[in-house]
């Protein structure tokens, strides 16, 4: 079986993505082939698209919030069927062995995961490719059941929006009563904002925009707090169990130090990068026993509870659906916060290219 597919791709950091022609690995006994339907618009892909992290391998396909319907499957697949509704997240292998992958932490693999796009292979070294195209060919173990309940197009975010959110509020072991903070309203926070409110969880938006307040209410935000202001920072000191902070790019992450509980944890899942311009003090963690850590997306077995959560407490994304077409305008809008909340590409308009 040869899987040749249409694509969109960015071929150097500075080129507009464009359309991409490739041929997908061919099927392992344990593989899913699946036809694309919807992929959704993470900040990461611009990232890796752009190479803002140093070690993009072009041509880089983007997109690892992908749903979509099983066209075939191998002699040896036995979770899916043909004609289901699955995802795909941001991993479509790992070990499977190391201490990591034992406790279902396969994105912290020891081995490093494989990721959906932008790695090589596990068997055959090829390039993997993401979600901006026809079809993916994934290992069943890698693929997620889409509950019947979730809409195709607002589920796409789940897959790596939703499940990145989902993790730190579960290992932290957010609850009715936790009070809970999120750090700027895009794809990452408005899911934050929804999951953390369906948790029971007390939840607060720190943004750096005046204006999104009604939408962060609608979103779960019994409050917002602008970053920038001292006194609305200062009104909310002591407060949180727990903040995760979703920012894209170097910010000073001293204002949140006191904004946090005795005991309670910043989580960083926006920005990966050395702090240079604002050192972090430390008095504040040492005196008041509070952490900085990070988090990354979240294991196969948590983004299947995130989506079976989701469909329970019927929550989705509130996505704008977009032609493959539109993707470079999608990433400008997308550094001007120009997005509610998160861009999802439908794919059957580049189905449609000639
Ligand atoms: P997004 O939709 O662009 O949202 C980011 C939000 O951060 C913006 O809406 C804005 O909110 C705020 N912001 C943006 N630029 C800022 C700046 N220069 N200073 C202060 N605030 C700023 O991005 P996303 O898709 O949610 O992704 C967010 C980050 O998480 C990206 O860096 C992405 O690569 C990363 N990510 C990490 C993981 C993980 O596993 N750890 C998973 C997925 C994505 P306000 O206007 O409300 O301030
Ligand atoms: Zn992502
Ligand atoms: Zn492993």
């Known amino acids: 079986m040869t899987i040749a597919v249409k694509s969109y791709a960015a071929h150097s950091p500075t080129s507009p993505l464009g359309l991409f022609h490739f041929v997908r690995r061919d099927p392992r006994p344990e593989d899913v082939v699946i036809e694309i339907l919807y992929a959704g618009v993470c900040h990461t892909d611009l990232h890796v698209a752009r190479n803002d992290w140093g070690w993009s391998q072009y041509p880089v396909v983007p997109g690892h919030e992908i749903i979509g ?20 997240g941001c991993m ?31 068997v055959d070294g090829t390039p993997t490719h993401g979600g901006y195209s026809e079809q993916i060919v994934v290992t069943q173990d890698f693929v997620l059941k889409l509950p019947s309940k979730l809409d195709l197009a607002g589920a796409a975010p789940l897959l790596c929006a939703g499940v990145t959110m989902w993790s730190p509020l579960r290992h932290w ?28 969880a007390d939840v607060t938006l720190f943004s750096r925009s005046p204006g999104k307040e009604e939408d962060a209410r609608r979103l779960g935000a019994e409050r917002v707090v602008i970053s920038s202001d001292k006194a609305q920072m200062k009104s909310v000191a002591g407060r949180f169990d727990l903040i995760i ?23 960083l899942v926006g920005y990966l990068g050395p702090l240079q311009q604002t050192p972090v003090r430390t008095s504040g963690m ?29 929550i989705s994304a509130d996505v704008e659906v977009i032609n493959m077409q539109q993707i470079n305008e999608a990433y400008e809008r997308m550094l001007k916060s120009d997005v509610k909340y998160r861009f999802v590409i439908d794919i059957a308009s580049l189905r449609a290219q000639a």
Request: proline share 2%; charged share 25%; net charge positive.
């Open 69 to 88: 319907r099983v066209t075939a499957v191998g002699d040896k697949v036995t979770r899916v069927k043909l004609g289901d509704r699955v995802g795909v």
């Open 173 to 200: 072991r957010v609850a009715t009563g936790s009070r809970v903070g999120i750090v700027g309203l895009g794809g990452l926070g408005h899911m934050g904002l929804k999951l953390a409110k369906a948790l029971g």
């Open 286 to 314: 040492v005196v008041g026993r509070k952490a900085i850590a990070g988090s990354l997306i979240g294991g196969i077995v948590e983004t299947q509870e995130m989506l079976d959560f989701c469909a329970d407490k019927g």
């Open 245 to 267: 902070d979703t920012v894209p790019y170097e910010h000073d992450l001293n204002p949140y130090i006191p904004a946090l509980a005795t005991g309670g944890t910043l989580v």
């Open 92 to 122: 479509v292998d790992a070990c499977r062995d190391c201490g990591a992958c034992r406790k279902g932490w396969e994105q912290y693999c020891e081995k490093g995961s494989t990721s959906t796009y932008g790695s090589k292979d596990r």
